[in-house]
């Protein structure tokens, strides 16, 4: 639907009943994000707070919170925007189905930016602005739903720009009030490349921050693009209405936008940024990042400020993700030769896990069933965009069909194929996801690749009830057959002689966790522990384990995820 406005999209959303007006006064301190955890938990409508604690304007929450909401905000444009796609990337396949190709070309006229008068806004500060803390350690308010434009210095206009979603805080910290704001960006985002051109000249980097507008706008901020198509492009063919722009005082200025801030980000300019409550479902913490130098601040007369709650998946942003699918239907399957199929894993917050498929295409003669193809998809999906900030990366071949997205399914079908002698492979000393604590400093961490292929190579047990346990170990539970955690007390190395004194059969896969019973009381509870409180280099450990020609291998690997020191604390409500 081409909404010309937030204002727009709201008003339809309350027509067709998807919406929750809240006339009542809410304090944006906590209570705000109380009432969005719980709206989306119980999969409901999107939220308008009318009457904000100490604020003039009006916040909306939970827009995109169900994947079917999303389809309907867009259900004028997404087929467009699929072919668009498809064009981009395989443009000879494009021309077999001719007639949709021209109808998505036609409405690639959506795709030009227009400029425009600067008009309708009115200056405000920053303290005008709905100051909303999610959580109660938080560092101070956030915007949660920024558009984050900038130029590249040494290619400058509107469609080289960059428009990405990065972290805002407002108050708090070190900042000067109303006009100094944090700025948290994290590995592999345009704006580094932005800022960088601009570091090495020695000159400030404009940037502009819209919130509101059509939620095309939002969702462009978010979508993972193929190389050279930009933000501001897709954001106008997905809203069926060309971005229209302005430009103020050297500034770029979406004339659509609820609020925009202006500013420069100066050389070497750092503060303490954080802690934010954030997708992995821990804080993430206090850490030195760039900081905007505030110009100015502008607001529509009746400017809408829309947020969201991030926390432990699934939250609203997954549905982002979701929809990110929906929309690209497998492209980067497409652009990996032999990858059939690709999953990050949402429960343990993206980054951290990828499940995959892969075809063994190039050994038809080879007697012996084993990784050799699939090794190779594996390193070109760890090169690939964020993709690339995996710690852990599971990949099977396709001989026989296992769905990425059924991710106990897979598992059980994994660790039925697995060789742990042989199908580890390590890479150390890496980055990783900046909000990830798993490693060993901020960004630092290691990968593994797990590779499986061939057939059948272990029965697995689905009771362990035979399993007599040692003093040091407390409890212990099955998640999945064959995949066992343990609770236990004392060191990762007493734990795995322990372990390595009872008899294993039909076990493949072990987790040392703080509390068997959360853990294993639902598969989703061990896909967030598991991955997301452990650094493959430093956590990975092995009953037998030993080291041939610098290659780790063992009989039934250990992953020690209970909470260590350096870990981020967890969030709770």
Not at 243 to 265: N, P, Q
Not at 332 to 353: C, M, T, Y
Not at 439 to 458: E, F, H, I, P, W
Not at 501 to 524: P, R, Y
Request: hydrophobic fraction near 40%; proline fraction near 5%; charged fraction near 25%.
């Amino acid at each position: 639907m081409g909404y010309k406005s937030l204002n727009e999209c709201i008003s339809d959303l309350n027509s067709v009943n998807e919406l929750k007006k809240i006339k009542e006064e809410i304090n944006p301190e906590l209570e705000m994000a109380s009432i969005h955890l719980e709206e989306f938990t119980n999969d409901g409508k999107a939220i308008l707070f009318e009457n904000i604690k100490n604020c003039n304007y009006r916040a909306v929450s939970n827009i995109f919170g169900s994947l079917s909401r999303s389809r309907y905000i867009f259900r004028d444009s997404l087929k467009i925007v699929k072919d668009l796609i498809a064009i981009k990337t395989n443009p000879i396949g494009a021309l077999k189905n001719f007639p949709s190709t021209i109808f998505a070309v036609l409405n690639g006229i959506y795709a030009l930016p227009k400029k425009v008068r600067f008009q309708g806004f009115k200056e405000i500060t920053i303290n005008d602005l709905p100051q909303i803390k999610c959580w109660k350690d938080d560092g101070g308010s956030f915007i949660t739903l920024p558009q984050v434009y900038s130029e590249d210095i040494d290619n400058p206009g509107i469609l080289n720009s960059n428009l990405g979603m990065y972290r805002i805080q407002l108050t708090g910290n070190d900042y000067i009030l109303n006009k100094e704001i944090g700025m948290h960006y994290q590995l592999h985002r345009g704006i580094g490349v932005h800022q960088k051109k601009a570091n090495i000249k020695g000159k400030p980097l404009k940037v502009s921050i819209f919130i509101g507008g059509p939620p095309a706008h939002t969702f462009a901020a978010v979508m993972p693009l193929p190389e050279g198509m930009s933000e501001i492009s897709f954001a106008g063919v997905l809203g069926k209405k060309r971005f229209r722009y302005s430009k103020k005082e050297g500034y770029t200025i979406s004339a659509d936008a609820d609020f925009v801030i202006c500013g420069e980000l100066h050389p070497n300019e750092l503060k303490p940024e954080g802690p934010f409550g954030d997708h992995l479902g821990y804080y993430s913490l206090k850490h030195d990042f760039p900081f905007l130098r505030v110009h100015k601040v502008y607001a529509k007369k009746n400017g809408i400020w829309p947020f969201t709650v991030v926390g432990r998946p699934p939250q609203e942003d997954s549905q982002f993700g979701s929809l990110i699918h929906d929309i690209t239907d497998n492209v980067i399957e497409k652009e990996i030769p032999g990858l059939k199929s690709v999953n990050a894993v949402d429960e343990s917050g993206v980054h951290p896990l990828l499940l995959a498929v892969g075809s063994e295409r190039y050994t038809p003669y080879n007697p012996v069933k084993q990784p050799q193809e699939i090794l190779t998809i594996a390193n070109h999906i760890l090169g690939t965009g964020q993709m690339s900030l995996a710690k852990y990366l599971f990949i099977c071949d396709d001989e026989i069909i296992v769905d990425v997205n059924d991710e106990k399914a897979y598992f059980t079908h994994f660790l039925q194929r697995v060789d742990w002698k042989r199908d580890l492979h390590f890479q150390t000393k890496t980055t990783i996801d900046t909000l990830d604590y798993s490693g060993d400093d901020l960004n630092k961490g290691s990968k593994l690749v797990l590779a499986a292929a061939g057939d059948v190579k272990r029965k697995l047990i689905k009771d362990i009830s035979y399993l007599s346990l040692s003093k040091n170990i407390l409890n212990a539970r099955i998640v999945s057959p064959g995949n066992l955690v343990v609770e236990g007390n004392g060191s990762i190395e007493d734990l795995v002689i322990s372990l390595e004194s009872h008899s294993l059969e039909g076990i493949a896969l072990i987790t040392i966790v703080d509390d068997a019973i959360f853990t294993a009381e639902d598969f989703s509870n061990w896909l967030w522990v598991t991955f997301t409180r452990s650094n493959p280099a430093n956590d990975m450990h092995g009953l037998n384990s030993q080291i041939i020609n610098k290659h780790f291998s063992c009989t039934i690997p250990v992953i020690d995820a209970r909470i260590k020191p350096h870990h981020a604390p967890v969030l709770k409500r």
